[in-house]
């Protein structure tokens, strides 16, 4: 997959020239599914949440509202009860995953749940855009600093598509925790390549090859 990791969607035009680089053709002739399931499982979010990230009004988060030619959700809680004869050819279609933020192991959970974990390797030209936790799961695991929602291993494994860990959204005033200095701790804890990343950041993946992507702040901090 090709990947672009935010902290806080499509926030300014160096992030937005990097999706449009990836998808190899414009917004407007590109086909999108949502997948808003993250953002059940956090403490601090509630079905409003939700509906603002399917409906294009989370202006904080650009994500949907940025003139896709169509646009789907993709519920992943629903999909093991249809079948997957049913909902991959929906994901084989699409150009572009567009995943919310929310707790990172309850995402991680319901893509194992459903298979769409097991579909990611074969899905080589897809997007995938993640939103805060949305970014988080593609990595090897989030740190205990981030676990709210319990996973049965107990553990904060996550996918391990990329090598390196994510601390999103630093010094966002609204998040007066996420300082550098808990980032610096986090990192410590992390033991592996780990960026923290403010929400004028990304991180873009293609071929092996990883690009920060800023017109804000983010440290990588190695072991």
Same mark, same amino acid.
């Given at each position: ?11 300014? @035009? ?6 449009? =680089? ?9 086909? $999108? ?13 509630? @079905? ?27 519920? #992943?809680?629903?999909? @093991? %009860? ?26 991680? *959970? ?9 579909? #990611?390797? %074969? ?16 990595? @090897?695991?989030?740190?205990? =600093? ?6 049965? %291993? ?15 959204? #630093?010094?966002?005033? =609204? ?23 403010? =929400?004028?950041? $990304? ?13 804000? *702040? ?6």
């Amino acid at each position: 997959m090709k990947l672009l990791l935010t902290s806080a969607g499509i926030k300014n @035009p160096s992030i937005h020239t990097a999706l449009v =680089d990836l998808l190899g053709k414009p917004i407007s002739e590109t086909n $999108a599914l949502c997948i808003p399931t993250a953002g059940y499982g956090h403490p601090q979010t509630n @079905p409003s949440h939700a509906w603002r990230f399917i409906s294009g009004h989370e202006p904080r988060s650009p994500m949907t509202e940025l003139g896709w030619k169509s646009m789907g959700v993709l519920e #992943l809680t629903a999909l @093991p %009860s249809m079948g997957r004869e049913r909902w991959v050819p929906w994901v084989q279609e699409t150009d572009v995953l567009l995943v919310n933020g929310g707790d990172a192991l309850y995402l991680y *959970h319901w893509m194992q749940e459903s298979g769409l974990a097991d579909l #990611l390797p %074969s899905l080589r030209e897809t997007v995938w855009v993640g939103l805060s936790a949305g970014s988080m799961v593609m990595t @090897p695991r989030i740190g205990e =600093d981030f676990v709210n929602w319990k996973s049965p %291993s107990g553990s904060d494994k996550t996918l391990g598509i990329v090598n390196f860990s994510i601390f999103p959204h #630093l010094d966002n005033p =609204d998040l007066p925790g996420n300082t550098m200095a808990a980032a610096e701790k986090w990192a410590a804890e992390i033991q592996g390549p780990a960026y923290a990343i403010d =929400d004028q950041t $990304a991180i873009k993946v293609q071929d092996e090859t990883v690009e920060v992507v800023s017109e804000g *702040h983010w440290k990588l901090f190695t072991p």
